[in-house]
């Protein structure tokens, strides 16, 4: 249910609340979606007048917004609702400013969204509730990653929940607030064709490929820590692989789906020791030509140890215990400075059982998160003329043609708009954060004991040659 409630950003001055929270927030207000008493504002050390707060506002949302959206009166009407506190979060008593400033609200509840480095979650979320701020009316956003390791994970976990109640927690993963990502459930559960054939008997694998062009960017420092394994496989990915195998969940609610998505997790087949060398392959950047422009190799961006080994990109082969899918493969693979960006789920199903015609081949479904959304069959059709020669066709599905009147939501509206309704649904849960990371940490420290350093790969390439040998040696090959 949504309340009328003020939304204070932790990290008020980082990229993610310029680049992304601030313009989602602002989409979200000029559709006349944000209670309309709450007040935004962002905190952190830096020391700025509200007023130079409300310009480094408009500057990136001007930035990030489309022209024909961002309009003076609307940004004007917003920047009403900011402000900013500089404070030093990991200090109690600088929390007594914030409680004067909610003070003058107090009708409002509070939603407390952490756009900060991990590190700093328990000590936000400890002198939160040591300062009286974290009633039943109150709700907290924390990004991923969540921990470095399962028993990072667990330490914020428990310090979270010394604070705030299970239902008060919003763990935000950006991945399933992206419109091709819910409608994969709609495509699953909403479509009674699919289910038959969602199957072992009729799918012989599954790909996941979340493949960037982009750097490290001015994010060297987090991400030399992290690398692509912490970065992106342990959370958007193995969501992904949730919501790709799953079964249908009783309801369309928060637990029901969490429920499902949490029996994934534990069923995933662990990989751990020597195994990490058959099934995991490790890359980094070298220098190479992006869209004809030449990049450093990773090791010279900026904030990263000249003799980093750590990965920027990562393939993995997943397997999973259960009845639906023993037999499957899952391919997962997500790297930087690849020479396209595109998010794609391939389900590969199996040849026809006896096939009349040497041309023929296997169906596949495509469900395209980015650069364009589209869902599309390939399917076997007889090419016109004489005789019977066959080529695939594409049966598609394009979700932004044929809901061309709707603006296109940012995964981030969505996400905001559900925390202050009160829906967690496409949140994650405290068991399936942890639950993956009991399956990630043994390939971590497989990595380590068997000190398998990243094969180096050109940028702009497709990735190391050996992540193709993960497919070849079962005979098939990436999309
Ligand atoms: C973030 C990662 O969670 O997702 C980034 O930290 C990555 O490294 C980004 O670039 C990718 O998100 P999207 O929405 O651009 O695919």
Known sequence: MSMPCDMLVFGGTGDLALHKLLPALYHLHRENRLPSTMRIIGISRKLLPRERYIELAERHCRAKIEKKDFLDSTWLNFSERLDYLSMDASQTADFSRLTNILKSNPQNGCIYYLATAPHLFESIAANLARNGLAGSNTRIVIEKPIGHSLQSALSINVAIGEAFSEEQVFRIDHYLGKETVQNLMALRFANALFEPVWRAAHIDHVQISVNETIGVENRGAYYDQAGAMRDMLQNHLLQLLCLVAMEAPVRFDADSVRNEKVKILQALRPI????????????????????????????????????????????????????????????????????????EIIIQFKPVPHSLFSDSQANHLLIRLQPEERISIELMAKTPGKGMRLEPVELEINLAKAFQDNRRWEAYERLLLDVIENDSTLFMRRDEVEAAWHWVDPILRGWQQHYQRPRPYPAGSNGPELAHSLLEKNGCSWH
């Open 272 to 343: 751990s020791g020597l195994d990490v060398q058959d099934k995991t392959v490790r890359g980094q950047y070298g220098n190479g030509y992006i869209a004809g422009h030449s990049v450093p190799a990773y090791y010279f961006e900026k904030d990263v140890d000249s003799d980093s080994d750590t990965e920027t990109f990562v393939a993995v082969e997943v397997e999973i215990d259960n009845w639906r899918w023993t037999g499957v493969p899952f391919y997962l693979r997500t790297g930087k400075r690849l020479a396209k960006k595109t998010s």
